[in-house]
């Protein structure tokens, strides 16, 4: 086996398949990737047994074959080889070692048979063809509220399914911890009858760099057991969560008592400002609404009180409720819109925060947050 690559190439298809390793495992070629060499390209695949991440970028093949190597070291030269080098990647069956050279420099790695690599099958099922970003953005929207909790591990991830929403087929992500619970939608091709899956929150992450540096289009295919993502540069499969996704539409109030329209930036850096002064996990936030004015506020028994007072728009008189404070940050974040709109029925009814409907930068995305206690 010998092929040549460049330095570029090499260093973004390993960044991108080297987060899928497993860092702590007892199977020593699961710290590998493997490299097949074949016509006029070089594939790059990396898994930890629930993720394949598999990148192809153009090669120089002057002998073709398969090999694995530690996915780090790999990575590592890759990333601090010269700017447009030219790396050789040589392997014989004399030398029990890779060779990979580029100017003067010259690397000996030990490998382990490409037979020894797990071989993951393609997923067959439902075909999806989405816009790279629009589906970035659903993930994005909603990523932030996936649970870690191992005892509900079937909120460790994001749910996807297909909907219609008056004729037109979309394609939802819905995420929740139990404290919060997001979703985004956006309109999809549907090309046959797609079951709910659970996408683990690992593959989510992976999905959404790999995504991020995507322009075209890409396609999805589902079944029950797995998910494929597949881009003009490869492709991710992943297991799916097995597990049942709850009823996220019963948590969902239809009708608001309140409205309260807010600048999302002049919000945002209020509510950073007040949480100066707590460290408690819960990070509590008291929002007091009374006369077009929202009144931030944070106790800390040690630090003392921390306020801050915001216009806004609103048909309450008087009203005071308490949040997460990072919760409502990490909403605010997520979102590109100019202005967003709070909706609230009582201090102990779930609310929503949302972009303004109509505005610039307004998304389908909904945000349900559960209020605290302050």
Request: proline residues 5%; glycine residues 4%.
């Amino acid at each position: 086996m010998k092929i040549f690559v460049e330095q570029a190439a090499l260093q973004k298809a390993t960044s991108r398949v080297t987060s899928a390793v497993e860092r702590r495992t007892t199977t020593p070629v699961l710290a590998n990737v493997l490299l097949t060499a074949s016509d006029d390209r070089l594939s790059i695949t990396a898994t930890d047994l629930d993720i394949e991440v598999v990148e192809n970028l153009p090669a120089r093949v002057e002998g073709q074959g398969a090999i694995t190597v530690n996915a780090a070291t790999l990575s590592e030269i890759a990333r601090n080889a010269p700017a447009g080098a030219e790396l050789a990647i040589e392997f014989n069956d004399v030398d029990p070692r890779a060779i990979v050279k580029f100017g003067r420099s010259r690397y000996q790695l030990p490998i382990l048979p490409a037979c020894d690599f797990p071989d993951r099958k393609s997923v067959k099922g439902t075909s999806l063809a989405l816009d790279a970003d629009a589906l970035r953005r659903l993930l994005d929207h909603v990523h932030f509220a996936q649970s870690n909790e191992e005892t509900r591990y079937y909120l460790n991830g994001t749910y996807l399914h297909i909907f219609a929403d008056n004729g037109v087929t979309m394609l939802r992500t819905v995420a929740t911890d139990g404290h919060r619970l997001v979703m985004d939608q956006s309109p999809c091709d549907q090309a046959g009858d797609m079951p709910g899956v659970i996408i683990p929150r690992k593959a989510v992450n992976e999905m959404r760099r790999i995504l991020a540096d995507t322009k075209d289009q890409v396609t999805l295919c589902v079944n029950a057991q797995g998910v494929q993502l597949s881009t003009p540069t490869g492709h991710l499969i992943t297991k799916t969560v097995d597990g049942a996704f709850p009823d996220y539409t019963r948590v969902m109030p239809q009708d608001w008592k309140h409205h309260v329209e807010v600048d999302r930036g002049l919000l945002k850096e209020a509510i950073k400002r007040v949480s100066l002064i707590t460290a408690e996990k819960s990070r509590p936030i008291k929002m007091t609404i009374t006369d077009g004015m929202l009144t931030l506020t944070v106790k800390n028994m040690d630090a003392g009180v921390a306020s801050e007072e915001i216009e806004v728009t609103t048909d309450i008189e008087h009203f005071e409720v308490g949040f997460n404070a990072k919760y409502v940050l990490d909403v605010l974040d997520q979102s590109s819109a100019d202005r967003m709109l709070l909706r609230v029925t009582d201090p102990a009814s779930p609310a929503r925060l949302d972009p303004l409907p109509g505005t610039k930068h307004a998304e389908h995305v909904i945000n349900v947050l559960m209020p605290l206690r302050v």
